[in-house]
């Protein structure tokens, strides 16, 4: 085929219409709210990732709260109280002032789309124009600039003395983070058509373990970048090469030395981290992050439904499908609860040990595409046109 990637958003909206009348209308069912979301700030913006499938999520670190726009403005937040700390223009390679911030409105993109995450004391994200770029998380200023051979459509990752990146051309590739220059790359085969979107690298101690398009997780050497194993976790089938997609877009979860990763129009599985044995598999896919806690994976699933699952033996603890077809976000633990968004803006929150629906607030009008991000303490909400909501727990 002649295009390359077909977008997550518009991927479920192709399967959606394949398997529902014109006529029939989505109705979210009803909830009787067991709470009110407590408020602790809010700052509308006017930018975000717009229309993009965009992977950019908010990133809590320490006392401060960071959060970027497609556009090319990185904010720093006081977590506690919402004030802005500063923000950096990627186009101008310049921290802003408060009057620049408040008058500027720029035409041109610098097209981020990868991030925001945190290591070795630098502030990381990536762009489709294929560039890592480092920031001081204190001042905003830049560090280092990387190019590598790709779109950076997934956060980088960092540990094990480098970080490393995931790129839409199917390179990874490991850096130095005192520069940025690289230390090695190592290429996957892609398949004709997939998902546009990659999994964010997980780093343990002497090993990179990816996902990629092609249905596959492997597990590549920190010291050169060779493969040490590589399994299949979804094997394409079908005519067509919609239907043949087999991406592994959701991050791989790491827990001592089990690999949980899962495909979409695959499976989940659990892998030995050594050896890539498998140790136990389910009949669940999506291209969505999951989430863990409490020996608990948390799922959503391509068309929506959500699961809670027993990482030990796979076994499914419980199962709500009431908001099938309803493009919802990855979801996060957040105290009792299992939360997350949906593209018209609402907040679900379930009771993460039953997966009953106890509550549902609209915030975003514009809706949500990134996971909400929690310290345990805070929840951050960014919406499609980059407004942020930070609530506390009920």
């Known amino acids: 085929m002649s295009i390359r990637t077909l977008a997550a958003g518009a991927l479920a909206v192709l399967l959606i219409s394949g398997c529902s009348s ?38 809590i ?79 905003g200023e830049r560090r280092w600039t990387s190019k590598v051979p790709g779109e950076v459509l997934a956060a980088p990752a960092a540990g094990d003395g480098m970080i490393a990146v995931n790129t839409g051309s199917g390179f990874i590739v490991a850096l130095n983070p005192a520069d940025g220059s690289h230390r090695w790359q190592f290429e996957q085969e892609l398949p004709a058509l997939t998902i546009r979107g990659v999994a964010e690298p997980s780093i343990v101690p002497g090993g990179v373990v990816f996902g990629s398009g092609s249905g596959k997780v492997g597990v590549l050497i920190s010291d ?42 695959g499976e989940l599985v659990a892998l030995e981290l050594n050896s890539g044995r498998t140790l136990w598999k389910r009949d669940y896919a999506s291209f969505r992050n999951m989430a863990l806690a409490d020996n608990v994976l948390y ?67 514009s809706g949500m595409y990134a996971a909400p991000v929690t310290n345990g303490e805070l929840l951050v909400l960014q919406s499609r046109n980059g407004d942020l909501v930070v609530l506390r727990q009920p």
């Open 224 to 265: 050169h970048g060779l493969p040490a194993w590589e399994e299949q976790i979804a094997t394409p089938q079908g005519a067509t090469d919609l239907s043949r997609l087999v991406d592994v877009d959701a991050r791989p979860l790491v827990v001592g030395n089990t690999i949980y990763a899962i495909a979409y129009n």
């Open 61 to 139: 670190l320490g006392d401060k709260l960071y959060a970027a726009s497609r556009t090319g403005l990185i904010n720093a937040y006081d977590l506690e109280s919402g004030k802005r700390l500063w923000t950096y223009d990627v186009r101008r390679d310049e921290v802003l002032s408060t009057w620049r911030v408040l008058t500027h409105r720029g035409t041109n993109t610098a097209r981020v789309s990868g991030g925001l995450s945190h290591g070795f004391g630098h502030l990381l994200f990536g762009t489709e124009n294929g560039e890592v770029i480092a920031l001081d998380p204190a001042s």
């Open 299 to 365: 799922i959503v699933d391509s068309v929506g439904r959500v699961h809670a699952i027993d990482r030990r033996n796979g076994q499914e603890l419980w199962s709500q499908t009431a908001l099938e077809r309803h493009f919802l976000t990855a979801p996060a633990v957040f105290g009792d609860y299992l939360v997350f968004g949906d593209n018209k803006g609402n907040l679900h929150w379930l009771d993460r040990r039953s997966g009953d629906m106890l509550a549902r607030h609209q915030f975003h009008r």
């Open 22 to 59: 014109k006529k029939e209308r989505l109705v979210l069912p009803e909830v009787n709210n067991q709470f009110a979301p407590v408020l602790a700030w809010d700052h509308s913006a006017a930018d975000g990732v717009q229309h993009f499938d965009s992977s950019l999520r908010p990133l």
